[in-house]
């Protein structure tokens, strides 16, 4: 038997606090590591010891082996616990933890290697009798010299994938074989910057079939078996956000051929640990192999809610060298679990990840409800990584009952300081086909997540009361901010004059105007669309506001994040920008000035000084959160001057790019 007495955890935010959980069940301590940016993260403190790790890009932290397992040695723990990052499938790591005398959670670094590539695994699946795809492999440093006509057997549409690596990254859809060759070229650029490896391979595309993961698990004592399915056809950028147990989408029949070609799988591989094995399948009941992933899955919350296990404690008993835990062997489904992923971005902008301080992140304890959390109040969501906050789970007997709760916590959590794609989860679970069951990996394409937004926003009636509270809030703010004459109502006038106002700009750059007067120590009148409100403040306690508006009576959560304010009361929550009475010279940019979207790092420059360009084109690309975005041309026009070089450091609005508009000169 092996011994794990301290257990480090080579990974950030809400994985370690889920590993520390199970870990201390066992009576083991745990070794959390941290960057600069990370240190006032929950999971630092939670941890019995913690250790530094200079820096904040990703190769030189979380991805750095040698540092990682310095720090192991370092602290005196003997095992380590890659969470769910690249490490986990990095058969190099592996071989290196178990090189330095620790215990790797997880396979072993042969198994993590066959199945690191995705070609390989499909050729092992295929032999053991798992159904597959047909495909063609493109090596890497092959991919600008590709000859499309070697897949021209394989049917329309295609698409195109890194072989190592996953996560939407060095993958495109091709409909036509005229644009297969650039599409290789860019994917394996894009594959071997993410991975370290160009390789790619095509194989047909399915127009939106259902993603169904099976949960696999072994032992060292040639034990197998699985934990049911999980259906994760709700996918943004190829990157799942809305998971749950059981599908909905699948009969009995097919879950046991899904479940038994599983089982195949892990089998065929002598897998050791906890895995999943991806399939994709159809309407008419055919399943398709896509990969094995060689870890812990950062969905294997609703398997543990349905099955009633935990699998981070099986994990670890497994690398203690013990059999399979007898409540895995004996696992049953039981009722219905879901799962949805907060992320720091914005999803009526392309998902654009966001960066800044989570002034408030409250996310609502309800029963049935488990919250997996890796930040808190106060805490800075950096752009050096993945943009995941928490991720909140449901279970219910039924799965009616499960949306119901889920959609009860998602109403009650507050957030403010960073936007997050809170709004859109909350719109699916009210979304009529997502509650029949319909969905496929087609789902986010039908529906637009900007219309599914749009569906969640408060009538006019209550948007009013929103903008109301924002205003009695605002008043509240700057009153606690007075020194002098404190017992004067704000906005008190001894002569006839106009009435205060506050400005709120959304961010559809929409105005809305909310002017107000005291008629009393705690009585306004406001109005808000040429319409009067009665308002009487009844309790005043942080940022919770009561108010009285026209004779009804509601608590509204306001909060300020410098010149922002976000507004929730039971069903819904808003934020606006507070417009300044004055537009400042040192708030404007010099004409034509093209600026960073986001706090990054520049990739890519596409583009010359005095370069003529038409709109559209990709001037610079920048990296933020493990994804690439474009700087492109507004208009056809010229490149005056470039601002930046490659690798700087941006700030979200640095100026990138001086451009000449051909409109402007039109217009003039």
């Not at 105005?511 to 005291?518: A, G, P």
Request: with cysteine; net charge negative.
């Amino acid at each position: 038997m092996t011994t794990i007495k301290r257990l480090l955890v080579a990974n950030r935010g809400e994985i370690v606090s889920r590993v520390i959980r199970s870990a201390h069940d066992l009576n083991i301590e745990v070794v959390a590591i941290y960057s600069e940016s990370d240190r006032e993260l929950p999971s630092i403190a939670e941890a019995d010891h913690a250790i530094a790790l200079p820096g904040n890009h990703p190769t030189e932290t979380y991805l750095n082996s040698e540092a990682i397992i310095a720090a192991a040695t370092r602290s005196g723990a003997d095992a380590i616990h890659p969470g769910y990052g690249f490490l986990s499938e990095s058969a190099q790591f592996a071989q290196a933890v178990i090189d330095a005398g620790l215990t790797f959670l997880g396979p072993s670094p042969e198994v993590i290697a066959l199945m690191g590539s995705k070609t390989t695994a499909k050729a092992i699946m295929a032999s053991a009798g798992v159904p597959t795809l047909p495909s063609v492999e493109v090596p890497t440093g092959t991919g600008s010299r590709f000859d499309p006509s070697e897949a021209e057997h394989l049917p329309l549409p295609l698409l195109v994938k890194a072989a190592f690596g996953g996560g939407g990254r060095g993958m495109r859809i091709v409909t036509s074989f005229e644009d297969l060759a650039d599409s290789v070229r860019l994917a394996s650029h894009e594959a071997a910057s993410a991975f370290g490896d160009g390789t790619v391979f095509i194989e047909p595309l399915m127009i939106d079939p259902h993603h169904i993961e099976v949960q696999i698990i072994g032992d060292t004592h040639g034990n197998y078996g699985h934990l049911f399915e999980r259906e994760c056809s709700i996918q943004r950028r190829y990157q799942k956000i809305v998971e749950e147990s059981p599908s909905p989408t699948i009969t009995s029949a097919l879950r046991q051929q899904l479940t038994d070609a599983a089982v195949a799988a892990a089998r065929a591989i002598s897998y050791v640990g906890v895995g999943t094995v991806e399939f994709i399948a159809t309407n008419e009941g055919s399943f398709y192999f896509l990969e094995v992933n060689t870890r812990l899955q950062v969905e294997h919350g609703v398997t543990e809610l349905v099955a009633g296990v935990d699998l981070v404690r099986a994990q670890l008993l497994i690398a203690r060298g013990e059999e399979l835990p007898r409540e895995i062997q004996n696992a049953t489904q039981r009722g219905h679990a879901i799962e949805v992923r907060l992320y720091a971005e914005d999803p009526s902008d392309q998902y654009r990840p966001q960066a800044g301080v989570l002034s408030n992140f409250t996310l609502a304890q309800e029963p049935g409800v488990r919250i997996d959390q890796g930040y808190s109040s106060g805490n800075s969501v950096s752009p050096y990584y993945d943009a995941m906050l928490a991720k909140i789970l449901s279970w219910g007997e039924t799965r009616d009952e499960a949306i119901e709760r889920l959609k009860s916590a998602l109403r009650k959590s507050v957030i403010s300081g960073v936007a997050t794609n809170l709004s859109l989860l909350s719109a699916i679970c009210d979304e009529d086909e997502f509650v029949r069951g319909v969905i496929d990996t087609g789902y986010l394409e039908r529906h637009d997540p900007a219309a599914l937004i749009a569906s969640q926003r408060p009538s006019p009636e209550e948007r009013s009361r929103l903008l109301i509270a924002a205003t009695v809030g605002r008043v509240q703010q700057l009153l606690g901010q007075r020194r002098v004459q404190r017992s004067i109502p704000f906005g008190w006038r001894n002569v006839v004059t106009a009435d205060p106002q506050c400005i709120f700009v959304g961010d559809d750059s929409e105005r809305d105007v909310v002017t107000y007067r005291f008629v009393g120590l705690d009585t306004l009148s406001c109005v808000h669309n040429d319409e009067q409100f009665s308002v009487v403040v009844l309790a005043v306690a942080d940022a919770a506001l009561r108010l009285e508006i026209n004779g009804h009576t509601t608590t509204y959560t306001v909060l300020f994040d410098d010149d922002r304010v976000t507004v929730s009361d039971a069903r819904h929550q808003m934020t606006w920008r507070l417009a300044p009475r004055f537009r400042l010279v040192e708030h404007t940019l010099p004409l034509g000035s093209l600026v960073a979207p986001m706090p990054s790092t520049v990739v890519s420059i596409a583009t010359h000084e005095n370069d003529q360009v038409e709109r559209g084109t990709t001037l610079v690309t920048v990296e933020a959160m493990k994804m690439h975005y474009d700087v492109v041309a507004p208009t056809d026009g010229r490149v005056r001057k470039i601002l930046v070089d490659l690798g700087d450091q941006l700030k979200a609005g640095d100026i990138v790019i001086d451009f000449d508009s051909t409109d402007d000169k039109d217009a003039t």
